[in-house]
């Protein structure tokens, strides 16, 4: 008897790795849309978990984006329901672009209609299908933005009950296991359209691939790795200054003998803990706040998302709502 495709065999080991932290009888929830990388995971899923004694279920999101996505929803729903995902689940949500853009805040209504169909039915984690080439594709997003170490460290593997099993997975091998087990999947328009920066970012990994050689993807995934290391390494420390320096004004002196690396990432715990929309808090904000203690010689206030102001003054710094203007 012939085993699995490859591929299969694959994705089906980096499932078992992601299932062994559960219990028997727990729960577990893939979030499928119907795409070949969420579709490969519930497949494997579906064929794992019962040999782990691990319930296996499935939530699919429906955007609301598409004049068709109530159909590929249940089309999506309906293929998690053949492969023996109990319970399944389907959420409509409504999604409004904000600042952040249209992406930002499809995300956003996913994860919470996720968080909320894993706390009714009680599982223990939701699994995405995200892959090698999307961390990569995050990595050098990053890189386009100038960002810090948190954004080129990519996608984490675990966060509070998500889990993305697949991130040593390539999608041409979540594309091939389809394939093997007979499954049809839905490819998003959205991921073919260049006025998403994201989809420009796919292009031009596909362009560096073929310019520099293949691998380039799987460089930047490991980097990815590495980089989550010291980052996390970095914001421990963060925490722990924030805990120590207590409640503002801040002695301009005591932020000063921060380590830079340290230092910016506790500008930034202190102005979202005053108020400041955390995605909105730039590298450029925390750099205007630095200023005031490493280029200080009197000058205004740095002016904050949120509408706050960060002083300097005797010596100290605050950061406070800025004045309304009557």
């Known amino acids: 008897m012939t085993g699995p495709h490859p591929a299969t065999a694959a994705i089906r080991v980096a499932v078992r790795a992601a299932l062994a932290e559960c219990d028997p009888g727990d729960l577990v929830l893939v979030a499928c849309s119907g795409g070949g990388d969420s579709l490969a995971l519930a497949a494997a899923v579906a064929f794992e978990a019962p040999r782990l004694g691990v319930r296996a279920g499935a939530v699919v999101v429906d955007h609301g984006l598409a004049a068709d996505s109530a159909e590929v929803a249940r089309r999506a729903s309906a293929q998690c329901d053949a492969l023996g995902l109990a319970p399944s689940s389907w959420a409509t949500v409504e999604v409004a672009a904000g600042t952040d853009g249209l992406e930002a805040a499809a995300r956003q209504a ?10 009714r039915h009680g599982a223990r984690l939701v699994l ?27 996608m984490p593997r675990a966060r509070d009950r998500f889990r993305r099993p697949l991130l040593g997975v390539t999608r041409g091998q979540t594309r091939a296991s389809c394939a093997a087990e007979d499954l049809t999947w839905w490819d998003d ?19 560096l691939e073929r310019d520099l050689g293949p691998g380039v993807a799987a460089a930047l995934a490991r980097t990815a790795d590495q980089l989550r290391e010291d980052a996390d390494h970095l914001d421990l420390l963060a925490d722990q200054a924030v805990t120590d320096l207590g409640a503002g004004p801040w002695a301009a002196a005591d932020l000063a003998v921060l380590p830079r690396a340290v230092r910016t990432r506790v500008w930034r715990r202190l102005a979202v803990a005053a108020g400041a929309p955390a995605g909105q808090v730039s590298t450029r904000h925390t750099e205007a706040c630095d200023s005031l203690l490493t280029r200080w010689h009197g000058q205004g206030p740095v002016s904050l998302p949120g509408a706050l102001l960060v002083t300097r003054s005797d010596g100290r710094v605050s950061i406070a709502a800025s004045p309304r203007v009557e």
């Open 189 to 207: 328009p959205m991921n073919a359209d260049p006025s998403f920066t994201r989809v420009r970012a796919r292009r031009a990994l596909v362009d």
């Open 128 to 154: 995405f299908g995200h892959t090698l080439d999307d961390q990569a594709e995050q990595v050098l997003l990053g890189l386009t933005r100038g960002a810090g170490a948190r954004s080129l460290s990519g």
């Open 110 to 119: 996913r994860y919470a209609a996720l968080d909320a169909a894993a706390d």
